[in-house]
């Protein structure tokens, strides 16, 4: 019902900035809760950065300072502005969306993201 299109990873060095956006299509409920999580082979998923519709935002503790969430309602799309990039920020980032009114939990495909000299 909810399609998540993930883009921007690729490959920086450390220190560089990067921009991930996901744009969401299909059944979007309003009151939602969009976010990024992210993933290496044989971790857990763990969340980097969510923002509410209503504009609440949450951030790893690894991440503050140095990663920005921002969202975009009319066209449906959640950034995440990446700076200050460290080795191990390298990882495969999902878009997360999650309608407060339904019980349904949507995920993209991911971006990779890498970070290295």
Known sequence: ???LVESGGGLV?????????CV???SI????????HRQTPGNQRELVASATSGGQTNYAESVK??????????KNTVYLQMNSL???DTAVYYCNFRPLLAAQNYWGQGT???VSS
């Not at 060095?13 to 956006?21: A, H």
């Not at 409920?29 to 990024?36: A, E, K, P, Y």
């Not at 300072?65 to 009319?74: H, K, L």
Request: proline share 5%; glycine share 12%; charged share 15%.
């Open 86 to 88: 460290k080795p191990e």
């Open 1 to 3: 019902q909810v399609q």
């Open 112 to 114: 990779t993201v890498t």
């Open 24 to 26: 969401a299509s299909g």
């Open 13 to 21: 060095q450390p220190g560089g900035s990067l921009r991930l956006s």
């Open 29 to 36: 409920f309003s009151i939602n809760t969009m976010g990024w």
């Open 65 to 74: 300072g140095r990663f920005t969430i921002s969202r975009d309602n009319a």
